[in-house]
């Protein structure tokens, strides 16, 4: 058996253990030798990663546009009053997923390593640590639900409404960090499958729970919005026992116990945290700074407000890809630099990224040249549709370079190399996208300039990222 080094990863058991978790990994992984000596397998391993993902997330999309349509049916003071909350909540939980980067990073590392027990550990301590964020947010969500639903500029008549909704909704933020917690720490074994299952679960719950609890079926009265969050706190919680359900099952690709040392450990604890805080800033950064870009188009007057709602929709379908095989790529060269094998971590960014490419290559065809068609199933305004068609022909040539940036920058995390990901944000957001997006606007550019200053945003980041990634320095991080 070799020695461990406080500050690194060391192989434990051998191949012996490494072989052991790998029989307890999701279905068709590989060895880390074996994707260094077949390109095939590695071009399987990184497609069996990032497909779970990509349909989750583009589910949980299509989920979420079901979700507001529904409560939507109801009144216009329902759907502003559930907009006005989703805000808050989305830029909470999205600070709180970032958070998780460290845990991915962290059990990826072990899990390359051979080190069974060290990744159990690790992921007891984020356990642990989203318990106490959890019941943190939850409490004080619940406390403050009416300042913060007045503080995002609820009028009389929706004040009430969106009060009692972020309520109810803030209850199931335990259970939301629970998932979020655990599928980050799946991710880490290279398990994509699973949280896919659970969220995949608990949003089709949701929406059955919604048309239950919304308009009075089956014997139960109509709750309206009240309703809509209680189906989403249920079905929240439904997701967080399967996800517990997920590590603590016998030969499972963890398996806990309860009887197993949940006390904090300060070092595991303090590598969790200086690889996740870096990616929770950013994030803090992206959805601050997107609020920005809105307000600021939000000045061009209302059709133009239209046309760029109906972009939005369209761009966040477009990074879907990128975000995928970001994933895949943190979870394999985790474990590639946990294997001590830097050349194999290397070539998984870049064989993520050039698969990722071929996809974004291919939305780029269908945004450029059916632009129009897609915006036609929004509205019927010609105005609207020709200034959206335009901008997605931005959307389309950017591809390339916001897939390279989503995919390399995760491989990046999983190397626990996530402060250059904040830089680029920070500089990409707010002294590209915001700057430039105020000046075109100011040139009479009007929504294509907004589009523009968006699409050198995702150019400096490509470059930067990039850059970043080929000097080969993330390889020497220690997490």
Same mark, same amino acid.
């Given at each position: 058996?070799?020695?461990?080094?406080?500050?690194?990863?060391?192989?434990? &058991? @051998?191949?012996?253990?490494?072989?052991?978790?790998?029989?307890?990994?999701?279905?068709?992984?590989?060895?880390?030798? &074996?994707?260094?000596?077949?390109? $095939?397998?590695?071009?399987?391993?990184?497609?069996?990663?990032?497909?779970?993902?990509?349909?989750?997330?583009?589910?949980?999309?299509?989920?979420?546009?079901?979700?507001?349509?529904?409560?939507?049916?109801?009144?216009? !003071?329902?759907?502003?009053?559930?907009?006005?909350?989703?805000?808050?909540?989305? #830029?909470?939980?999205?600070?709180?997923?970032?958070?998780?980067?460290?845990?991915?990073?962290?059990?990826?590392?072990?899990?390359?390593? @051979?080190?069974?027990?060290?990744?159990?550990?690790?992921?007891? !301590?984020?356990?642990?640590?989203?318990?106490?964020?959890?019941?943190?947010?939850?409490? #004080? @969500?619940?406390?403050?639900?009416?300042?913060?639903?007045?503080?995002?500029?609820?009028?009389?008549?929706?004040?009430? #409404?969106?009060? %009692?909704?972020?309520?109810?909704?803030?209850?199931?933020?335990?259970?939301?960090?629970?998932?979020?917690?655990?599928?980050?720490?799946?991710?880490?074994?290279?398990?994509?499958?699973?949280?896919?299952?659970?969220?995949?679960?608990?949003?089709?719950?949701?929406?059955?729970?919604?048309?239950?609890? +919304?308009?009075?079926?089956?014997?139960?009265?109509?709750?309206?919005?009240?309703?809509?969050?209680?189906?989403?706190?249920?079905?929240?919680?439904?997701?967080?026992?399967?996800?517990?359900?997920?590590?603590?099952?016998?030969?499972?690709?963890?398996?806990?116990?309860?009887?197993?040392?949940?006390? =904090?450990?300060?070092?595991?604890?303090?590598?969790?945290?200086?690889?996740?805080?870096?990616?929770?800033?950013?994030?803090?950064?992206?959805?601050?700074? !997107? #609020?920005?870009?809105?307000?600021?188009?939000?000045?061009?007057?209302?059709? %133009?407000?239209?046309?760029?709602?109906?972009?939005?929709?369209?761009?966040?379908?477009?990074?879907?890809?990128?975000?995928?095989?970001?994933?895949?790529?943190?979870?394999?060269?985790?474990? $590639?630099?946990?294997?001590?094998?830097?050349?194999?971590?290397?070539?998984?960014?870049?064989?993520?990224?050039?698969?990722?490419?071929?996809?974004?290559?291919?939305?780029?065809? %269908?945004? =450029?040249?059916?632009?129009?068609?897609?915006?036609?199933?929004?509205?019927?305004?010609?105005?609207?549709?020709?200034?959206?068609?335009?901008?997605?022909?931005?959307?389309?040539?950017?591809?390339?370079? !916001?897939?390279?940036?989503?995919? *390399?920058?995760?491989?990046?995390?999983?190397?626990?190399?996530?402060?250059?990901?904040?830089?680029?944000?920070?500089?990409? +957001?707010? @002294?590209?996208?915001?700057?430039?997006?105020?000046?075109?606007? &100011?040139?009479?550019?009007? *929504?294509?300039?907004?589009?523009?200053?968006?699409?050198?945003?995702?150019? =400096?980041?490509?470059? =930067?990222?990039?850059?970043?990634?080929?000097?080969?320095?993330?390889?020497?991080?220690?997490?």
């Amino acid at each position: 058996m070799s020695r461990k080094n406080e500050d690194d990863v060391i192989i434990d &058991e @051998g191949e012996k253990g490494h072989q052991e978790i790998l029989e307890n990994v999701a279905r068709q992984n590989f060895s880390i030798e &074996e994707l260094a000596q077949n390109e $095939s397998l590695l071009n399987k391993r990184i497609w069996t990663l990032a497909w779970p993902a990509m349909l989750e997330l583009l589910l949980m999309s299509l989920f979420g546009m079901i979700d507001m349509v529904m409560v939507g049916n109801i009144n216009e !003071q329902s759907l502003a009053a559930v907009g006005l909350s989703n805000q808050p909540t989305q #830029l909470a939980l999205a600070v709180f997923q970032a958070l998780n980067v460290g845990s991915t990073a962290l059990v990826a590392r072990f899990i390359g390593a @051979g080190d069974k027990e060290k990744a159990k550990a690790a992921v007891r !301590q984020s356990l642990v640590l989203v318990l106490i964020m959890g019941t943190a947010i939850s409490i #004080l @969500g619940f406390i403050f639900a009416g300042d913060v639903v007045a503080f995002m500029g609820a009028e009389p008549d929706v004040l009430p #409404l969106g009060t %009692v909704y972020f309520q109810i909704i803030s209850v199931g933020w335990i259970f939301t960090t629970i998932s979020m917690g655990m599928a980050a720490v799946l991710r880490g074994v290279g398990d994509t499958m699973t949280p896919m299952r659970y969220n995949i679960i608990s949003n089709s719950l949701n929406v059955l729970g919604n048309y239950i609890l +919304i308009y009075g079926k089956l014997g139960f009265p109509a709750m309206g919005v009240a309703g809509a969050a209680l189906s989403t706190t249920i079905t929240r919680g439904i997701a967080a026992i399967m996800a517990l359900y997920a590590i603590y099952k016998p030969g499972s690709s963890i398996g806990l116990s309860l009887k197993d040392n949940y006390r =904090f450990d300060k070092d595991l604890l303090k590598r969790l945290l200086n690889v996740g805080l870096p990616s929770a800033a950013e994030q803090l950064l992206l959805r601050t700074g !997107q #609020l920005v870009f809105v307000r600021t188009v939000a000045s061009l007057g209302t059709s %133009v407000i239209a046309a760029h709602q109906i972009v939005l929709n369209v761009f966040s379908i477009s990074f879907t890809p990128g975000m995928a095989f970001g994933m895949a790529a943190t979870t394999l060269v985790g474990q $590639s630099l946990g294997a001590k094998r830097p050349d194999i971590a290397e070539r998984c960014g870049y064989e993520a990224r050039r698969i990722g490419m071929y996809i974004a290559m291919s939305m780029a065809v %269908v945004f =450029f040249f059916f632009g129009s068609y897609i915006a036609d199933l929004f509205t019927n305004e010609p105005d609207i549709i020709a200034m959206a068609a335009t901008s997605m022909k931005i959307i389309a040539v950017i591809q390339p370079m !916001q897939s390279t940036q989503f995919i *390399l920058a995760g491989a990046l995390r999983g190397a626990g190399d996530t402060r250059w990901p904040l830089y680029s944000s920070f500089i990409g +957001i707010w @002294g590209i996208r915001i700057v430039l997006a105020k000046l075109f606007i &100011e040139m009479g550019w009007g *929504l294509v300039g907004a589009w523009l200053a968006q699409g050198c945003d995702q150019i =400096f980041r490509s470059i =930067f990222i990039y850059s970043r990634y080929k000097t080969g320095h993330w390889k020497k991080i220690r997490v």
